[in-house]
């Protein structure tokens, strides 16, 4: 490739890399998605690079440099300083470059791809070397972030305290610089990564020219400016250069934010694994009396010092609820304190010396040791969703990155955070405090107002003034997260002339084009422009949804328009393993099936349509759509509460108000409506679709011809059930109970109406049955709204009764529809009552065992049973709540597949979808399946969920929680009560 240049336009330097075959995404869904990352700023790239090896990055880098079109690369793009987001081509690693290429155990050391996540790279390590080995760095983002990324910024982890910064593991670099010469740094200098390569080989030796030059011209700054703390991540590291620390071009290139040279592979040294560790969780009045005991905890040797305030421990509890957050010791403050070492009895010993000093301070209110596995994995879930949590807060409050990662000396922490919360104070503002308290950093969200001109201005003036007082307090403006966007701007206050001369020179020796990552550390953008929530247009996107905030986050922003700003970006839907969220993210590894991606193009679309009408048609939204399977897992898993399936019903709606939908959309989101006709002709249904006829009625329908069709039911069968189940029982002195039987039960599965009704039943409780309704849950998912109000207005007048009996659901996703959707598309008190009075099965059944309530099944209930929670259960009424029931009523071992089971509604069976969907399955249901062959029954409540298990296994039927405890028909008569004025003549039912 020639060294032209060239004005710089998307086209120039895309048709310079599309003529060296490497293809470049410039839609404007695809730079949608990259425009943002978990900062404060959006920046619209030219279009982004999915590189596969290091040669395509060699292409994109020269492709560059030519036409002079600035580069920013990124991993998980988790960056809350704006160092992941640039004006011209984004190469993204995350996607392919993502490979582990060799471990030596013996010396140490793993080489890895720059694409690699954190927390794969820490499993595959202990994978290979049976546990005796790990990868240190550990940050909250670690099941997103890459390794890249951390070495762009230096990350370091909630083990920091033990292990240091990422820079601490680097070993040596292959880098390639912006003119394209590809090298290997090291700890002792730098040289071609190809010796047979004459010009790396030249620029290597330039190099190592002009660095010793920079370093011996200012050995002084070097040595009495930078590396005086723990945290001092802000401007280059250039201490590396002295001759006292090897000239290590290596570890000087860590902490670069993308400015110097494209890291294309590492190779990082491991850390021996503790044996064993122990958790101690000590409570505080407040944030400053807890940084006051750090350096009593130091004298301990912890592994980790963390800490949380009580906003968001409030904040997940609200949103996860009571038992997301276990094991707390009374406090509005706490401190996560972990030590690790070969023998648990020395580190029980240790931690009650430790908790009987902390007791000798006075400062404490509580503490105690976490040994419980659960416990522990509860309280370190709510210190890595900190961000997210912190961001959209329980009371409906908004908080914002930009001063969220200034670092001082551990010692002078508790000095530092009673003057910052003055200077809060002073500003009007509010900050949620979290982060490494045993190395000093500070991690905290402020409740600016960056959607005022006003509120602009007290961010910019209260930024200036923290970095002062960090500056006041011998601290660094960063400790792990970089300068970017939000502080090099800063920098002058933090460093002398001399200084930031030296950093201008070091990054032209690299990069004299000034093409990698421009805006940021040197002759940065201003930190206050380029602001997402700037220049939103202020305009009504009616919805049919009641997405109204708690709080007015004022300005007369739109309910929609704040909903969607729900996203930050922290990327915990990239996540592949822990929770649900995102199934199809997992499936395909594309940005644009992930719950930030789809929010992205929302956002998006509400900034930049002509009009609400335009808005609603965009066919970027309706692509970044479409692989949503509105499981609804993000509503609860998304640290915000990023609810695509409920944005992904509303913006169905409005897209095709008026035009033709889908045909899935008939066949499947009118099933309601078909199941009216089958109840009356279901052997005649079932014998046609079950014949060579039936592949052709699928596809005419939109549906898969390889998924197999569930039979349907007559209409008498279910009423046949519940009928003789509530005409015996052995005792009515319970708490009376309505069981609804919903479309999906009435239709398919009429024998688990009658088990539920038997268990019901057989709890001692008056039971009346309610079937003359439909919770509208296809008209949802497909986005009729206004089917779906109806019919939810139906059963509201059925459900209603003005009294707060529970409502159990046989069906999870009824009962969610039930219980989220109806109050949110119902705007009226009566369907606020019906909603809170309902239950699902295995909720209802978990809160009678805990009033000492036993089943007793026909069959004995077995020892082991593989569990399908569906996903709107989970997401709804709790993770936990299929497994809590089934411990609570006596089966010991519960093999959870914990993950989408890929049918998920429509979804899966709708033929563009079906692929995918079996993706989905592999995730974690199949695998499951395949672990536990049998004879532990497989347990889903849920109908989507048993149709997936009926794919995956036929063989193997999935049981309801209701099959399971069937007490058969044992009990003596009495008379059934039907709340409904008729069983036989609804006009819901079919």
């Not at 064993?276 to 407040?286: H, K, T």
């Not at 006003?454 to 003034?465: C, H, L, S």
């Not at 920098?491 to 032209?508: D, T, V």
């Not at 411990?887 to 519960?894: C, E, H, K, P, Y």
Request: proline residues 6%.
């Amino acid at each position: 490739m020639t060294q032209t240049r060239i004005p710089v336009t998307a086209g120039s330097v895309t048709e310079l890399l599309r003529a060296e075959l490497l293809e470049v995404d410039t839609s404007a869904r695809r730079l949608a998605e990259y425009s943002f990352d978990a900062s404060n700023y959006r920046v619209q790239p030219l279009g982004v690079i999915f590189p596969r090896d290091a040669a395509q990055v060699a292409t994109a880098i020269k492709a560059c440099r030519a036409t002079d079109t600035a580069l920013t690369f990124r991993g998980g793009g988790t960056s809350m300083a704006g160092n992941a987001v640039g004006p011209g081509l984004i190469l993204d690693f995350s996607r392919h470059m993502h490979a582990l290429l060799g471990l030596d155990a013996q010396a140490g050391w793993v080489d890895v791809q720059p694409g690699m996540v954190l927390a794969n790279l820490t499993a595959e390590v202990e994978a290979r070397t049976e546990g005796k080995l790990s990868f240190a760095p550990d940050p909250s983002s670690k099941t997103r972030a890459t390794i890249g990324g951390s070495i762009g910024n230096d990350a370091c982890g909630n083990h920091s305290v033990r292990y240091g910064r990422t820079g601490a593991h680097v070993i040596e670099l292959d880098v390639i610089t912006s003119d394209g010469a590809q090298l290997t740094a090291t700890a002792t200098g730098i040289h071609a990564t190809d010796p047979d390569d004459d010009a790396a080989v030249h620029r290597a030796e330039q190099l190592s020219a002009d660095l010793a030059a920079l370093a011996q011209a200012n050995l002084g700054i070097f040595r009495t400016e930078l590396g005086r703390i723990q945290r001092q991540v802000s401007g280059y590291q250039l201490e590396h250069l002295l001759p006292e620390k090897g000239f290590n071009i290596a570890r000087v290139l860590v902490g670069t934010e993308g400015t110097c040279a494209v890291v294309v592979r590492a190779r990082m040294s491991l850390v021996p694994k503790p044996a064993s560790a122990l958790l101690l969780c000590v409570g505080y009045p407040d944030v400053v009396q807890a940084a006051e005991d750090i350096e009593i905890i130091l004298e301990f040797s912890p592994a980790a010092v963390e800490g949380i305030d009580e906003s968001i421990v409030a904040t997940m509890r609200a949103r996860r609820g009571e038992d997301s957050v276990l094991g707390l010791p009374e406090g509005q403050a706490w401190l996560y304190i972990d030590l690790d070492g070969d023998d648990p009895t020395d580190l029980q010993h240790r931690a009650e010396q430790l908790l009987a000093a902390l007791r000798g301070s006075g400062r404490m209110i509580d503490g105690r040791t976490v040994p419980d596995p659960t416990e522990r994995a509860s309280l370190w879930r709510v210190r890595e969703d900190g961000a997210g949590l912190s961001a959209r807060l329980h009371t409906g409050g908004e908080s914002w990155p930009g001063w969220e990662d200034s670092a001082v000396a551990p010692e002078r922490l508790a000095g530092y955070l009673a003057e910052f919360r003055e200077l809060l104070a002073l500003h009007g503002l509010h900050g949620v405090m979290y982060g490494h308290f045993g190395a000093g950093c500070m991690h905290v969200r402020i409740t600016y107002d960056l959607r005022s001109a006003e509120g602009r201005k007290v961010f910019r003036d209260f930024t200036a003034a923290a970095a002062a007082l960090v500056v006041a307090h011998d601290g660094s403006l960063s400790g792990e997260h970089g300068d970017g966007r939000a502080r090099s701007e800063f920098l002058p206050l933090m460093y002398s002339p001399a200084m930031l001369g030296a950093f201008e020179s070091f990054r032209a020796i690299w990069d004299p084009a000034a093409v990698l990552n421009p805006g940021v550390l040197t002759k940065p953008d201003a930190f206050d422009t380029q602001l997402l929530l700037a220049g939103v247009p202020e305009r009504q996107w009616r919805t049919s949804f009641d997405l109204q905030p708690k709080a007015d986050p004022g300005h007369g922003i739109d309910p929609f328009v704040h909903a969607v700003q729900g996203c930050i970006g922290v990327g915990r839907c990239r996540s592949d393993s822990g929770g649900v969220m995102c199934p199809s993210f997992r499936a395909t590894g594309d940005e644009k099936d992930s719950t930030r991606g789809r929010a992205r193009v929302l956002q998006e679309m509400v900034r930049g349509a002509l009009s609400v009408k335009d808005g609603w048609k965009s066919t970027d939204a309706k692509e970044a759509l479409d692989l949503c399977l509105s499981c609804k897992a993000c509503a609860s898993d998304c640290p915000t509460g990023v609810d695509m399936a409920t944005y992904k019903s509303e913006f169905l709606s409005h897209h095709y108000r008026h035009r033709l939908r889908p045909r899935s959309h008939y066949s499947l989101g009118w099933l309601p409506r078909w199941l009216k006709l089958t109840a009356y002709i279901a052997p005649l249904v079932n014998a046609v679709l079950g014949s060579p006829l039936g592949k052709l009625i699928s596809a005419a329908g939109g549906l898969s011809t390889q998924r197999s069709l569930p039979r349907f039911a007559s209409g008498a069968a279910w009423r046949r059930e519940v009928d003789a189940a509530l005409g015996t029982t052995s005792d009515t002195n319970g708490k009376p109970v309505v069981l609804f039987v919903d479309t999906f039960t009435r239709g398919f599965r009429p024998e688990v109406a009658g088990a539920a009704a038997r268990v019901l039943a057989d709890t001692g409780a008056p039971v009346s049955c309610a079937a003359d309704a439909c919770c509208g849950l296809t008209y949802i998912s497909t986005g009729q709204l206004s089917i779906a109000k109806r019919l939810l207005e139906g059963a509201v007048r059925v459900l209603d009764d003005g009294s707060d009996v529970p409502i159990v659901v046989v069906e999870p996703s009824c009962a969610a529809a039930l219980s989220k959707d109806l109050p949110e598309l119902i705007h009226t008190e009566a369907a606020r009552r019906v909603s809170s009075r309902i239950r699902s099965f295995a909720g209802h059944l978990s809160g009678l065992a805990a009033e000492s309530w036993t089943p007793n099944p026909e069959t004995p209930l077995p020892d082991s049973v593989v569990l399908q929670t569906h996903c709107h259960e989970y997401s709804v009424f709790g993770a936990k709540i299929q497994s809590a029931a089934l411990a609570s009523l006596g089966v010991g071992n519960v093999v959870e597949a914990t993950g989408c089971c890929g049918v998920a509604g429509n979804f899966g069976f709708e033929a563009q979808h079906y692929e995918t969907s079996m993706r989905v399955a592999d995730q974690a249901l199949a695998p499951a399946l395949r672990a536990n062959p049998g004879p532990a029954p497989v347990l889903s409540d849920g109908f989507s969920c048993t149709m997936a298990i009926k794919q995956l296994t036929p063989d193997r039927p999935a049981l309801h929680l209701a099959q399971l405890l069937d007490p058969g028909k044992r009990t003596t008569p009495h008379s059934p009560q039907h709340p409904d004025t008729s069983l036989t003549d609804s006009k819901e039912q079919p």
